[in-house]
């Protein structure tokens, strides 16, 4: 079976974007500690209020598990009242794709950065 990838956009309600974005954070989470089959995941924002996830599953049978996977729905729970309309999914379909400079052999030899907010 074929990798899965979709596209989900959604505008957020006035004064429910921290709110929002909270949950995102513990969803992504839940998604990385949960499921392997899950590719990539990403949330992005752009401007005030939009908000588009991107996401590869492995398979059909992964996009399946994460659709009924308790978080899954808590998220929802959480995002669904906070949106101005409705979530809208797309299937993507991956013309072309770079996935960063990859030199053979060689590491970063940057520190992680310890900033204080």
């Known amino acids: 079976m074929p990798a899965v990838m979709r596209r989900a956009t959604f505008r ?7 709110r929002v974005q909270r949950a995102i954070e513990a969803f992504v989470r839940a998604i990385a500690k949960n499921e392997p089959d ?10 005030d209020r939009d908000f588009f996830h991107l996401m590869r599953f492995r398979n059909e049978t992964a996009e ?10 808590r ?20 013309l072309a794709e770079m996935n960063g400079p ?10 992680a950065s310890t900033r204080k907010p």
């Open 12 to 18: 957020v309600k006035e004064g429910e974007v921290k």
């Open 38 to 47: 899950t590719l990539y995941y990403a949330s992005f924002r752009a401007g």
């Open 64 to 73: 399946k598990l994460h659709a009924k996977a308790p978080y899954t729905k």
């Open 75 to 94: 998220f929802v729970e959480v995002l669904y009242p906070r949106c101005e309309g409705h979530v809208v999914f797309h299937d993507v379909d991956v």
């Open 102 to 111: 990859q030199k053979a052999g060689r590491r970063s030899r940057r520190k």
